[in-house]
């Protein structure tokens, strides 16, 4: 049964933690840069959107690959059939 959820967990694992750091830009977006104003002194806000979807994008793909890493190490140390060299 643990195998299972492991084998479950490292599909689903790049997936939740992308969603987060997306999440946690647009959140730094949003509340960096109100809707009424008052941002911050020497702050511009995203121009377009398309320098929020970029900044979206980055953080999506950085959660990607951390996520993407965090599966290869659980795969290598808890599902990887074992050797004679290890």
Known sequence: MT????WIWIFIQPLIISF?????VMLIIRFAYPP?????EGFAPPSDIYEILA?????????????????QRIYREHLAPKTLED
């Open 3 to 6: 195998k299972l959820f492991l």
């Open 55 to 71: 900044l979206l994008g980055g953080g999506l793909l950085f959660g990607l690959v951390a996520g993407v890493i965090m599966s």
């Open 20 to 24: 987060m750091t997306g999440s946690v």
């Open 36 to 40: 009424g104003g008052g941002a911050p």
